[in-house]
């Protein structure tokens, strides 16, 4: 079981906008902590999609967008394209694991 | 191009070791921490451990501490991970990841690998 929670599934039509929530507790989210998510399509490598709660690497379309608050995060997706078919993870460190801690993972399908 | 490449995954019997690799190439490996990310067949991204860009200070998953070991050559460019007295939950594809740090201090993963596959079997 993962420390921080988020919904097994979520899915949308293309153009639409999904949402996927990531709750954690006072030793990781709500401590203050950044949080992060990546990018998994099946069979290949996770990709850094945001970092630090809301801030997009180089070459990531704006249409990814996150927020946090309280004990809590979201990773936004607005304008669905079939490419974001994919797991999507958020990741944050928890002061009393002393270590990163991941989501169970989100599977994002584009109907 | 910044960019890490794993080896060393293979077949190993319960209690058994194998040894991990992970060459780097395209920034300054010596001014980055480096981590270790495991992912089980169908299941979600697993933390093991990290190491710091000196080798100095090192942490590790309560699930493999003292069976598991990090470290790092910096004249070499290559992260390693010692892996003893093997157990079937550690079957996983395991990924070499670069840690980038925010403005406030914390760490992320910005660069992963394409993953080697560990397989512990009796």
């Known amino acids: 079981q993962s420390v921080l929670t988020q919904p097994p599934s979520v899915s949308g039509a293309p153009g639409q906008r999904v949402s996927i929530s990531c709750t954690g507790s006072s030793s990781d989210i709500g401590a203050g902590y950044d949080v992060h998510w990546y990018q998994q399509v099946p069979g290949t490598a996770p990709k850094l999609l945001i970092y630090a709660n809301n801030n997009r690497p180089s070459g990531v379309p704006d249409r990814f967008s996150g927020s946090k608050s309280g004990t809590s995060a979201s990773l936004a997706i607005t304008g669905l394209q079939a490419e974001d078919e994919a797991d999507y993870y958020c990741?944050?460190?928890?002061?009393?694991?002393?270590?990163?801690?991941f989501g169970g993972g989100t599977k994002l399908t584009v109907l | 191009e910044v960019q890490v490449v794993e080896s060393g995954g293979g077949l190993v019997q319960t209690g058994g070791s194998l040894r991990l690799s992970c060459a780097a190439s395209g920034f300054t490996f010596s001014s980055s921490g480096m981590s270790w990310v495991r992912q089980a067949p169908g299941k979600g991204l697993e933390w093991v451990s990290s190491?710091?860009?000196?080798?100095?200070?090192?942490s590790y998953a309560d699930s493999v501490r003292g069976r598991l070991t990090i470290s790092r050559d910096n004249s070499k460019n290559t992260l390693s991970l010692e892996m003893n007295s093997l157990r079937a939950e550690d079957t996983a594809v395991y990924y070499c990841?670069?840690?980038?740090?925010?403005?406030?201090?914390?760490?992320?993963?910005?660069?992963w690998g394409q993953g080697t596959l560990v397989i512990v079997s009796s």
């Open positions: 990741e944050t460190y928890d002061s009393s694991l002393s270590g990163s801690v």
């Open positions: 990841a670069k840690r980038a740090v925010t403005d406030r201090g914390w760490y992320y993963f910005d660069c």
């Open positions: 190491i710091s860009s000196s080798g100095g200070i090192t």
